[in-house]
């Protein structure tokens, strides 16, 4: 005689289509993930290709230190704001992952900002 818990185990065809199921979706995300950094790499790369191929700059690295604090800006920028909006819905644990992953990029254009690139670095503190 089968008990009422007999009907909620899956059998085990109806396992292997789970399996087979989970192990698709997760080849989906995986191929996406590679498909996404494969990208996003690509086309940073051409934007440093693009800057040592330009004849008209005089100081390739000192442009790409510019890129670079630049980008640590907007990335800091962007985790403070959603640090402080976090904050205001009083989602408190969020905010301060938020706002301390700021300090960590602040931290970082610091030390880049220290690396001196020739004497017409003006980004050196």
């Not at 510019?66 to 009083?90: I, P, T, W």
Request: contains cysteine; charged residues 30%; glycine residues 4%.
């Amino acid at each position: 005689m089968r008990s009422a818990d007999d009907n909620l185990v899956p059998s085990d065809k109806d396992l292997e289509n789970l399996l087979r199921k989970a192990q698709k979706s997760a080849a989906k995300k995986e191929s996406y993930k590679k498909t996404t950094k494969q990208y996003y790499s690509s086309i940073a790369n051409g934007i440093v290709r693009e800057v040592f191929e330009d004849s008209s700059i005089d100081d390739h690295y000192l442009l790409l230190k510019c890129l670079m604090l630049r980008c640590a800006q907007e990335f800091s920028d962007l985790h403070r704001e959603v640090g402080l909006e976090r904050m205001n819905k009083q989602q408190f644990d969020t905010a301060a992952h938020w706002i301390s992953d700021q300090g960590k990029i602040a931290a970082a254009a610091e030390l880049l900002a220290g690396v001196e690139m020739g004497e017409d670095d003006w980004m050196v503190p």
